[in-house]
């Protein structure tokens, strides 16, 4: 069983930055692929970014479109912990945020953080 706990939401002025966080529990966090997802009011869920586990060649990192320049995503492995730096933040990126595990190649993303909203305001 692995927990997801996000944190680092809150309101911001549109052109702000935050940086979400998520801690997770488990002996092998190094090996999960991490992503975080987002979902607006009245919208489905949708992927914004993830640090995929690729064995011994480390970490690949992809973004949605809408996202790609101004999010990164970072992990700490000694921390047990995944980032989302988000800057230049427009009224859209309203939503919350998730953070999600993978733990196995293949099986999907298993686990899921309880979200931190984000509110960006014009």
């Known amino acids: 069983q692995v927990q997801l706990v996000e944190s680092g939401g809150g309101l911001v002025q549109a052109g702000g930055s935050l940086r979400l966080s998520c801690a997770a529990s488990?002996?092998?966090?190094?090996?999960?692929?991490m992503a975080w997802f987002r979902q607006a009011p009245g919208k489905e869920r949708e992927f914004v970014a993830h640090?995929?586990?690729?064995?011994?060649?480390?970490?690949?990192?992809a973004y949605v479109d809408s996202v790609k320049g101004r999010f990164t995503i970072t992990r700490d492995n000694a921390k047990n912990t995944v980032y989302l730096q988000i800057n230049s933040l427009k009224p859209e990126d309203t939503a919350v945020y998730y953070c999600?595990?993978?733990?196995?190649?293949?099986?999907?993303?298993?686990?899921w953080g309880q979200g931190t909203q984000v509110t960006v305001s014009s």
């Open positions: 488990g002996r092998t966090f190094s090996s999960y692929t």
């Open positions: 640090l995929k586990w690729g064995g011994g060649r480390g970490y690949y990192s």
């Open positions: 999600a595990a993978e733990t196995s190649v293949g099986k999907g993303y298993e686990y």
